[in-house]
T-cell receptor, first 108, second 114 residues
Framework: SQQGEEDPQALSIQEGENATMNCSYKTSINNLQWYRQNSGRGLVHLILIRSNEREKHSGRLRVTLDTSKKSSSLLITASRAADTASYFCGKYGNKLVFGAGTILRVKS | GAGVSQSPSNKVTEKGKDVELRCDPISGHTALYWYRQSLGQGLEFLIYFQGNSAPDKSGLPSDRFSAERTGGSVSTLTIQRTQQEDSAVYLC????????????FGPGTRLTVL
């Protein structure tokens, strides 16, 4: 079984709005990695946050990690139609495992 | 090549046949993962190779599934006596070392079992 869950399962927003996706895990991790999957394509790495880090930024992306709550959030600011994709968090303890992902739809 | 490659990109087979899926990781990457993604679902971990260590096979769904990695590079995932429920996209990923670093994913092989 997968370690933890992502929520929401699906999210629909208007272009320009912010999108927040959450990821929880059950056992201790070394790092947590967020990936994006566009329709019909492979996964692309977005951000890696290590267990001793609390926040990382990359362009319009912000990732937070709360190890006490065993959770992480991915915030996409000023969303664009091109951000429409599935987003997955990968939890690395002794191997990298993923949850079911969040489907984000950004309407223009 | 510049990235992870997988072949074939699409495979249609009949129930009961064996199939082999190939993954060419990025040169120098010691870690290699196989995942399975059913339609509209998340990524299901199958197997993980790290250097010369024994692979972590804990995600393989049945003994019909096996994988090998020759010479620490190319990997082959074999599914014997395929079933319709094996239909999915099979994704391969590699990284410099375990999961400490980002994974680079291949485009996947879409397997359809009729």
């Amino acid at each position: 079984s997968q370690q933890g869950e992502e929520d929401p399962q699906a999210l629909s927003i208007q272009e320009g709005e912010n999108a927040t996706m959450n990821c929880s895990y059950k056992t201790s991790i070394n790092n947590l990695q967020w990936y994006r999957q566009n329709s019909g394509r492979g996964l692309v790495h977005l951000i890696l946050i290590r267990s001793n880090e609390r926040e990382k930024h990359s362009g319009r992306l912000r990732v937070t990690l709360d190890t006490s709550k065993k959770s992480s959030s991915l915030l996409i600011t000023a969303s664009r139609a091109a951000d429409t994709a599935s987003y997955f968090c990968g939890k690395y303890g002794n191997k990298l495992v993923f949850g079911a992902g969040t489907i984000l739809r950004v309407k223009s | 090549g510049a990235g992870v490659s997988q072949s074939p990109s699409n495979k249609v087979t009949e129930k009961g046949k064996d199939v082999e899926l190939r993954c060419d990781p990025i040169s120098g990457h010691t870690a290699l993962y196989w995942y399975r993604q059913s339609l509209g679902q998340g990524l299901e971990f199958l197997i993980y190779f790290q250097g010369n260590s024994a692979p972590d096979k804990s995600g393989l769904p049945s003994d019909r599934f096996s994988a090998e990695r020759t010479g620490g590079s190319v990997s082959t995932l074999t599914i014997q006596r395929t079933q319709q429920e094996d239909s999915a996209v099979y994704l391969c990923a590699s990284s410099l070392d375990q999961g400490i670093n980002e994974q680079f994913f291949g485009p996947g092989t879409r397997l359809t079992v009729l």
